[in-house]
């Protein structure tokens, strides 16, 4: 059965570091585009940064351009989240997930917006990211 599952998830100081990674199983990782969304209590849940199926195209919300760097290992089939300069606002369930086709970052991050994707994905778990001042 195909999953995505997060690790790296935790408590840290604001202006530290965080590697959140995302591990597929049962699927052709290249085949698929991948996403980071996170959701903070009391909020709608928003994307974070995405990546293409080769890692040709990247994309970045506002609030984290600067300090956020995305990547992928097709080999190892796992996604990474480098996250620096952490702030409070950063805390939220930081989810992976991936998406069926060779779209932009940009796409991908409109499929996934919705609550209702067109196309085959995944979603996994979450892992809490927690950023204390």
């Known amino acids: 059965q195909a999953q995505v599952v997060e690790s790296g998830g935790g408590l840290v100081l604001a202006g530290g570091s965080l590697r959140l990674s995302c591990t597929a199983a049962?699927?052709?990782?290249?085949?698929?585009?991948m996403v980071w969304f996170r959701q903070a209590p009391g909020k709608k849940r928003e994307g974070v940064s995405c990546?293409?199926?080769?890692?040709?195209?990247?994309y970045y919300a506002d609030p984290v351009q600067g300090r956020f760097t995305i990547s992928r290992d097709n080999a190892k089939k796992t996604l990474y989240l480098q996250m620096n300069s952490l702030e409070p606002e950063d805390t939220a369930i930081y989810y992976c997930?991936?998406?069926?086709?060779?779209?932009?970052?940009?796409?991908?991050?409109?499929?996934?917006?919705?609550?209702?994707?067109?196309?085959?994905?995944?979603w996994g778990q979450g892992t809490q990211v927690t950023v204390s001042s």
């Open positions: 049962g699927l052709t990782f290249d085949d698929y585009a």
């Open positions: 997930g991936a998406l069926i086709g060779r779209w932009t970052a940009v796409q991908a991050l409109g499929i996934m917006s919705s609550d209702r994707p067109s196309f085959s994905h995944y």
């Open positions: 990546i293409s199926w080769n890692g040709d195209s990247t």
